[in-house]
């Protein structure tokens, strides 16, 4: 893959940066897939207006302090450099943990059952993040270690592994299967504990190839998280489904 141009357009001597428009589309796309899919749940198409018009700012608010955390090193000689997002620097851990978690209070407030409304938003989250990787492309971020692969990304003259690209073909993967089983449904909570743990498990192999990884001391915290959930997210779906085929023998 050749070295790309980061600025996708300049307006008015302000640079416009393809990693802003592609979490832009992504967020889009997602929000009129769920829109539509709202019905299916039993849910209004317009409340889902309202989840978006609050949850997406507190994720990418989420994205953002989750990575400087990590990289406080980077940031704490020039504060400024916080907010200054156009060049990259979202988590996207911080960001499923900061929107899912608003999601979840505002479940609580609207009275809505919060695992029906994680089930019907998780697929177009999925399809959303393998838009979005495509910004770590023209960023020449999120890669891994070099490679002579046909496929590698070029970055300053270097050929390496294109991480963002396993990341975004395997989570238009994973929407499409989450949208067959969202349709099979056999329990609350099956699609986005899927999601979970398969999301998870791609992660942390993955994880191993980049250069760039947030840190917990010696460790990837990708890693360390993500094994966390798979544990966690397989044992809650163990439980629900035996829950599920018990009722539905009595």
């Not at 539509?36 to 209004?44: E, F, I, M, N």
């Amino acid at each position: 893959m050749p070295v790309p141009n980061p600025v996708a357009v300049t307006v008015f001597g302000i640079d416009i940066m393809w990693y802003g428009v592609l979490i832009a589309a992504a967020i889009v796309l997602a929000t009129v897939i769920t829109y539509r899919r709202a019905p299916l749940h039993g849910l209004s198409s317009d409340r889902i207006l309202d989840f978006v018009l609050i949850c997406i700012p507190v994720g990418i608010i989420g994205a953002r302090l989750y990575y400087v955390v990590f990289n406080w090193s980077m940031y704490s000689g020039d504060l400024f450099k916080i907010i200054n997002i156009r060049l990259g620097g979202l988590a996207i851990h911080g960001g499923l943990l900061f929107g899912l978690g608003a999601a979840a209070v505002l479940c609580s407030i609207w009275k809505l059952r919060p695992l029906n409304v994680l089930d019907l938003a998780i697929p177009s989250i999925a399809l959303a993040q393998a838009i979005g990787r495509w910004g770590n492309y023209f960023n020449s971020e999120a890669h891994g270690g070099p490679t002579d692969l046909p496929w590698a990304v070029t970055v300053n003259g270097q050929t390496y592994h294109p991480t963002f690209l396993y990341e975004s073909i395997w989570c238009l993967l994973l929407f499409f299967l989450l949208i067959y089983i969202d349709n099979h449904r056999k329990f609350e909570g099956q699609v986005f504990l899927l999601y979970g743990v398969l999301y998870s498990l791609e992660r942390f192999f993955v994880e191993w190839l980049r250069t760039d990884s947030l840190m917990i001391g010696p460790f990837k915290q990708a890693q360390l998280l993500s094994l966390t959930v798979i544990i966690v997210f397989t044992v809650i779906y163990i439980i629900l489904y035996k829950h599920w085929k018990k009722k539905k023998e009595s």
